[in-house]
């Protein structure tokens, strides 16, 4: 279902003689894919996907897979229902509260970032599989959202 205010804008009213600032909504529906590196036939450095699927204006359901690549080929993932405002939404591992996994939408790309309390925080992953970086969009249709840690990405 795609909703009438996909390309509504919010504008911030002038306050104190400063320009408004103008924000565009974005429905984050889709697929969107970060894409290691093969090197010699061995796929290194992170890759992964994001499933969105825009439920309400304020609610997101997310499908979330990572792989760190050669050589340990650790993954993670997570499935849930977000909070969706200013075009992002905020994970909180239930077993990292030191980790907010924060995904920002654009128009054709999902940029994942961390704040991290402990730098150590492996966001609930084993270490070295969480790692901020820009998934690109590959299709704006709605998604399966479903669990992909027991077969990685289809």
Known sequence: MKFPFLVFVFCCAESL?????CQVFIDPTGTYRLKG????GVLTG???EIRAKLLNPTRVAISFFI?????QYGTGSFVDTLTYH???A?????SDKDCTIIIFF???EAEVCLSLLNPRSGCGFAGGVMTSGTFRKSSGDPPL???MSAGGIR
């Open 37 to 40: 590196k093969v090197q010699g």
């Open 17 to 21: 003689g400063r320009p408004a600032k």
């Open 67 to 71: 792989d760190q690549g050669y050589p």
């Open 106 to 108: 654009r128009m054709k």
């Open 145 to 147: 959202i479903q669990d």
């Open 46 to 48: 992170h890759s992964g």
């Open 90 to 94: 905020e994970y909180r591992p239930p």
């Open 86 to 88: 200013d075009n992002q």
